[in-house]
């Protein structure tokens, strides 16, 4: 019934309902629902756009983000991000030229230095070309007074070389910071500092056309912004979430902090709130599938990858304004804007099939990281997310073995040994970590971090240790 109003979104009625409602089931009732289908082949056309409603913006359904910029570094420990300004130049030229036209960045993405380089890519353009979005990204404690969240904000606009932003979120809503809960972090970082009511005075002077929150962690603060935009305290132009087909009905088996997309979604879709999409792909996880997954999308549309499937199964309710992509080299950027260009919505039976795959996906053991890099640096020189990443293509490849009874125990245990080796430094291996915690302070997925190295560095100990 949860799935009911996505397929409403659809225009698929209660039959599509019906059938995403058996998608949990597995065995022989599912062989002719896997079987291969002709493959609808994509035609290129223009940009998917949708409408705010509030501000009538033309909005591209395929949204620009900003945390993962080309570098000319790949240094994770640098305590400067180093951008590739010529190539974020080119991308956003490329962008801007085939329909993309919303941009999302934050004081705290790539190091501090995201804005200024967004300011410096987008200011060559005409200011009514694209649409901004920034964030009020002010999670530290010593930036908690208004007067250092107002700077940020005042910061915000000058490297983004602006006199408005088209966007502007309270960043991380729900979040915790150190010793205080979701709620007590939203009170201190919004209300009790009165930036909450200066945010909206911005809003009233056209320094902010758009106000709303990205949200992340403990649903009471969700469910409280939502009751206060009904009892008129406060008003939502829009809300970012995280959503993908894997947390749709399953992301508190994926992390148990999390909240289901279907709930987030429908909650502000009946309110007419426009929704705005974070981690489409789940931090890379998704356009990085098991093999098998993979076959069965090749079997049904030959021509798309596993992340263009995940990218149409989140542009497709009607209610998204745009989906963000942090799309680092232009190849991803080709595809993206292939993708959207014009958004083919995933059908009831691509649907029930996504179902049935989020659903497996979500208890196959990986470390739910989205990459963000919030973690980093690590104070013992931890390469945490290529850790995390490693570990989780293996696992999806099957390729993680716990005792000599994996089939393929040989060749598994050589690969990922030599594999980890390779793709992480000895001084950066999960050995090094000594579970200080201080990773876990920043980590917007809640993940306990050194809890995940353990296992890890286990399961390496138990291969070296049993050839």
């Keep these: 019934m949860k799935r009911r109003a996505f397929l409403r979104d659809l225009g698929l009625g209660a039959a599509g309902a019906m059938l995403v409602s058996c998608a949990g089931k597995t065995g022989a009732e599912d062989a002719d629902a896997d079987a291969p289908v002709k493959a609808s082949h994509h035609k290129r056309g223009p940009m998917t756009m949708r409408t705010n409603p509030n501000t009538s913006d033309s909005v591209s359904i395929l949204g620009y983000g900003c945390m993962r910029l080309p570098s000319l570094s790949e240094d994770p420990e640098s305590e400067s991000y180093n951008v590739d300004q010529e190539e974020v130049n080119r991308q956003v030229d490329y962008a801007l030229a085939h329909g993309v036209n919303y941009f999302d960045t934050s004081p705290a993405y790539c190091k501090g230095e995201s804005e200024a380089a967004m300011g410096i890519a987008l200011s060559r353009h005409p200011r009514d070309k694209y649409l901004l979005a ?12 208004a007067a250092e969240s107002q700077k940020m904000f005042e910061n915000s606009l000058k490297n983004l070389k602006t006199d408005h932003v088209d966007y502007l979120l309270m960043h991380a809503i729900g979040m915790s910071a150190g010793d205080l809960s979701g709620m ?97 792909l789940l931090g890379g996880r998704l356009a990085d599938v098991p093999t098998a997954v993979a076959a069965k999308m090749k079997q049904r549309r030959p021509d798309d990858s596993p992340a263009a499937w995940a990218f149409r199964f989140a542009g497709t309710p009607e209610k998204i304004l745009t989906v963000l992509s942090g799309m680092t080299y232009m190849d991803h950027l080709k595809e993206n804007v292939s993708t959207f260009s014009s958004l083919d919505p995933i059908t009831e039976d691509e649907n029930a099939f996504l179902m049935r795959v989020g659903a497996d996906l979500s208890v196959n053991g990986v470390v739910p990281c989205t990459g963000c890099s919030y973690c980093m640096p690590c104070p013992y020189g931890l390469d945490i997310p290529t850790i995390f990443d490693f570990y989780n293509t293996c696992v999806n490849e099957d390729m993680v073995p716990h005792d000599k009874r994996h089939p393929r125990y040989a060749e598994a245990r050589k690969r990922f040994l030599i594999g980890m080796s390779r793709a992480v430094p000895a001084d950066r291996q999960p050995s090094r970590c000594i579970a200080c915690g201080e990773c876990l302070k920043h980590c917007p997925q809640g993940i306990a971090i050194p809890d995940e190295m353990a296992k890890i560095e286990r399961s390496l100990l138990n291969l070296r240790n049993n050839a």
């Design 134 to 145: 920034t964030k009020l990204s002010n999670f530290a404690p010593q930036t908690w007074p």
């Design 184 to 280: 007590e972090a939203y009170e201190e970082r919004y209300i009790k500092n009165g930036m909450l009511a200066w945010l909206e005075e911005q809003k009233k002077a056209g320094r902010i056309r758009n106000l709303g929150f990205s949200y992340h962690g403990d649903v009471e603060v969700f469910d409280r912004l939502l009751r206060e935009h009904d009892e008129g305290l406060h008003h939502w132009d829009f809300v970012q979430i995280q959503l993908n087909y894997v947390d749709w009905e399953n992301a508190k088996e994926v992390n148990p902090r999390n909240t289901n997309a279907s709930y987030l979604y429908n909650e502000l879709a009946k309110r007419n709130i426009p929704v705005v999409i974070m981690e489409p």
